[in-house]
């Protein structure tokens, strides 16, 4: 079972990424808009993989 602290540790982050995500493709016409994209995407492909390499560790 998946304890809140550590649903709101991975929820949180990824909720940023698809924030960023929106605001990036709402601006894609500029720099910062793309930039805002990449790092909406990092967030959330960070968060997933750490994940991932937490359970495998287990």
């Known amino acids: 079972m998946i304890t809140m ?8 982050p990824i909720l940023i990424g698809m924030f960023m995500l929106a ?6 016409d500029k720099n910062a808009g793309v930039l805002a994209m990449w790092l909406g995407m990092l967030l959330i492909l ?5 994940k991932i390499l937490a359970k495998l560790n287990e």
Not at 5 to 12: E, G, N, R
Not at 23 to 28: D, H, L, P, V, Y
Request: aromatic share 22%; proline share 0%; hydrophobic share 65%.
């Open 46 to 50: 960070a968060t997933v993989i750490f």
């Open 23 to 28: 605001i990036g493709f709402n601006f894609r």
């Open 5 to 12: 602290s550590s649903f709101h540790a991975m929820l949180i």
